[in-house]
């Protein structure tokens, strides 16, 4: 076996955060922090106060090196008095020597966003007076732990706390204040550099921060890096840029802000915050900086766009969903965006040592009989490991690699339900048990490495040959048939456990009464309507096989059909259903509606009911294409309609109405039968036959407008001279017709996106409600 090697002295280990984990949060003094207030009733989280003796020894099991763990500040300072409190640091103490004592190195995070609630009723962070208390903090944590803790990491994150705690609020304390987040990071960068040099006066070994750090890009950009950028573009990523990373990575490392961004802080509440000298104490030498990296931020420009909450200053930027696999965050999976943000910073930092001291993912877990086979999970880090190596071996100077995380714990403002641990934790008893991802990770240590061979997701087949049986006999087997000896069913199951087989949907609803399949349910497509679907098949599929489901596609296209997709579901043969998209007005949507499993639509039903849909606002759509030909001074505007049964069909006809209305315009309408080119120069020419004078076309899809670009030329008119056109749906043909279309574009993507994520909230049992997204009108020259 051939193994991809890391360097000897490579560190592996995990990362967790206090709050997250430790529950026991008024033991021996502890005071609340802002997360106690924020969210209710989440005091016990994975125990870990209590309970670490069993978790140092299941890293210690693992093999683990390090540990990066984080202190929590009201445990040290109960209240704004300036007295430690001993009992608090004595967790620590205890903490620190169990791990040294299971020879695993400890890395102490002083703040992982748990500001004690006294420091924010003082003003938080945006008050400056928060940055000198933590440096206080700091120095009595290290005073405790110094002679056993040799890596400190100042903060976690601060772009997280600042900008999600005191900018949008969806983090504690909730504030939604675009000054006050900017304030905020600026006092947290200075409690950095505070908190350095006071660590370093202590007596610390090695002091570094930890921050997120997302390339930013746009969605070509994901699959080709070095493409070209128009200038647009080009600022609108640099912005964010400046805004997410930048904003902290060069005060600390350079000494200054990004030009950019003091700009935007200006605008937003000004720089008074900002003192003479604070960037010299900013700007501490760090020993390391740890990289915490999920996800790339894709964006691109967009003039109309206004600025989210997040990211004040971004307004003119629209954040892009792209079709790529997701974890159940929904955050897109892109392991070369690691390899890229340490080639970056290893050519902008070329002397700082890095290391990663956050990455993992949030699956759905599925506890089986014989384990929790997360083989998603084992990719996802398997992948970025592989970007990583791939780093190194080009020179980037990265210590170490921390998996995020080792228990399933409370995911901030996401509470219990997200599991990104290595190991799954029953909330109700506490019990830990170890998921294949531990013990893969366990085997990646001992060997130093990956092993060439990528692991594939092993089929019965895969089991069959290492059991020596047929593929029948495995199939029993994970069936629970009792026709097989006990001999062979213990060496399949061995077999099963070795190469960490998934058993199938059958086998996994006998353990778990979940098949863990969605059945995805598509309606006949209409003659030349079926573009939209098929790219939202593709999207949707991938994006729910990212989130670990198995996709069974039905075709609803016969009554027979309807029965056995009704009886598929009742027969709880999936947990969920997506049906795309029912039109006609037929009843399958409300059959499965009455089944109990859940049910989510692309397009508004006909009929108004509880099942919640994913749609693009066609009205508003088509009002903006008829704004668009009246503002170029078209009077006379006739519509191609199509298929008058359709939901899509009628909702862009009101629009259109409502448009022309506005401007005190009579409609010219001609229906189509279907939604092909020739049924739309059909109806251009009777449009044109019944009405010689008009001036502009709007079709209720591109493909009956491409149909009209034909009709007019055979009928001698010049596009967009004589006659203005305007599709809808910004089809890939839209762009490439003589003159080019324009038309309105439905985010086909960010549509698959919803529908992802509706199905899989309501997996969860989450209320859910429908979704309506903008449509958005896409100028070329054909008007
Ligand atoms: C990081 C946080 C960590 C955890 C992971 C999923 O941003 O540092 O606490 O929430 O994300």
Not at 250 to 279: F, N, S, T
Not at 338 to 365: H, K, Q
Not at 490 to 502: F, H, K, L, N
Not at 531 to 558: C, F, H, N, P, R
């Amino acid at each position: 076996m051939t193994i991809a090697g890391f360097p000897e002295d490579f560190v592996w280990g995990v990362s967790t955060s206090a709050f997250q984990i430790e529950g026991a949060t008024s033991a021996d003094g502890r005071s609340p922090s802002i997360w106690d207030t924020f969210t209710a009733n989440r005091a016990e989280a994975c125990d870990h106060y209590h309970r670490y003796p069993e978790d140092v020894r299941l890293m210690k099991e693992l093999g683990m090196a390090a540990y990066r763990f984080s202190v929590s500040w009201t445990r040290v300072f109960p209240d704004d008095s300036g007295k430690v409190n001993q009992a608090g640091l004595d967790f620590y103490d205890r903490l620190v020597d169990e791990l040294t004592g299971a020879g695993i190195t400890p890395y102490a995070t002083l703040y992982h966003w748990d500001l004690p609630q006294w420091a924010e009723d003082a003003g938080g962070w945006p008050a400056r007076d928060t940055a000198c208390r933590f440096a206080d903090y700091a120095a009595a944590v290290h005073e405790r732990l110094g002679d056993r803790v040799g890596t400190w990491f100042t903060l976690n994150e601060p772009w997280v706390a600042a900008f999600l705690g005191y900018g949008s609020g969806v983090h504690a304390p909730g504030r939604a204040s675009a000054p006050d987040a900017f304030r905020a990071a600026h006092h947290m960068l200075l409690a950095h550099g505070l908190g350095v040099r006071a660590l370093r006066d202590a007596g610390a070994a090695e002091v570094g921060a930890v921050l997120n750090i997302s390339p930013v890009m746009t969605p070509a950009q994901v699959s080709d890096f070095g493409r070209t950028l128009s200038e647009e573009d080009a600022e609108a990523v640099a912005r964010i840029d400046a805004l997410v990373n930048r904003q902290f990575l060069e005060p600390m490392l350079r000494g200054a802000y990004p030009a950019e961004l003091l700009e935007i802080a200006e605008r937003h509440g000004g720089l008074g915050h900002v003192r003479d000298g604070d960037l010299d104490v900013i700007a501490q030498p760090l020993d390391l900086l740890g990289v915490n990296y999920y996800t790339p931020l894709v964006v691109q420009a967009q003039p109309s766009e206004p600025a989210g909450a997040a990211f004040p200053g971004s307004e003119g930027i629209l954040f892009c969903t792209i079709p790529t696999a997701v974890t159940a965050m929904g955050w897109p999976i892109v392991p070369n965006c690691l390899a890229l943000l340490l080639d970056r910073l290893s050519g902008e930092y070329p002397d700082l040592d890095l290391m990663i001291t956050e990455n993992g993912a949030d699956f759905v877990d599925v506890v089986t009989g014989d384990g929790i086979h997360d083989v998603d999970r084992i990719s996802f880090v398997e992948e970025h490991l592989r970007a990583l190596r791939g780093a190194v071996e080009k020179g980037a100077k990265v210590r170490g690699y921390l998996v995020w995380t080792l228990l399933d714990n409370l995911e901030w403002a996401d509470g219990y339900q997200r599991k990104f641990g290595l190991v799954h934790v029953d909330f109700a008893t506490q019990k830990r048990r170890l998921k294949d991802s531990a013990l893969w990770y366990r085997d990646v240590i001992s060997r130093n490495g990956l092993t060439e061979a990528r692991p594939r997701r092993p089929t019965l087949e895969t089991v069959a040959a290492r059991a020596g049986v047929s593929r029948a006999t495995v199939s029993r087997v994970v069936n629970g048939e009792s026709s097989v000896s006990s001999e062979v069913r213990a060496t399949v199951m061995r077999a099963v456990r070795e190469i960490g087989y998934v058993p199938n949907a059958a086998a996994r609803s006998l353990v778990t009464r979940r098949t863990n399949a969605v059945a995805l349910v598509l309606s006949v497509p209409r003659q030349g309507g079926d573009a939209l679907t098929a790219s939202v098949v593709q999207y949707v599929t991938s994006l729910l096989e990212g989130a670990g489901k198995q996709i069974t596609l039905m075709l609803a296209d016969t009554a027979e059909s309807h029965r056995r997709i009704v009886a598929h579901v009742e027969g709880r043969l999936a947990d969920g259903v997506v049906l795309l998209p029912p039109d006609r007005g037929d009843t399958l949507a409300e059959r499965l509606s009455r089944t109990e499993v859940p049910v989510v639509l692309l397009g508004k039903p006909p009929i108004a009911s509880m099942v919640p849909y994913v749609d693009v606002d066609n009205a508003g759509g088509a009002a903006a294409a008829t704004d668009h030909l009246v503002s170029l001074g078209r009077r006379r505007i006739g519509m191609i309609c199509g298929p008058m049964d359709l939901v899509t069909v009628q909702d862009r006809l009101a629009g259109h109405r409502t448009a022309l209305r506005r401007a005190g315009l009579r409609p010219h309408l001609a229906a189509a039968d279907d939604l092909t080119r020739a049924a739309g120069a059909a109806a251009t020419h009777r449009l044109l036959g019944d009405r010689p004078s008009l001036d502009a076309v709007f079709a209720a899809t591109d493909q009956l407008a491409i149909g009209a670009l034909t009709a007019a030329r055979e009928a001698g008119r010049r596009v967009p001279e004589d006659l203005a056109v305007v599709g809808f749906d910004d089809v890939d043909a839209a762009s490439a017709t003589t003159p080019a279309l324009t038309t309105v574009r439905v985010p086909v993507a960010d549509q698959s996106l919803a529908l992802a994520r509706l199905l899989l909230s309501r997996l969860e049992g989450r209320h859910t409600t429908s979704v309506v997204l903008p449509a958005r009108l896409v100028v070329r020259e054909s008007a």
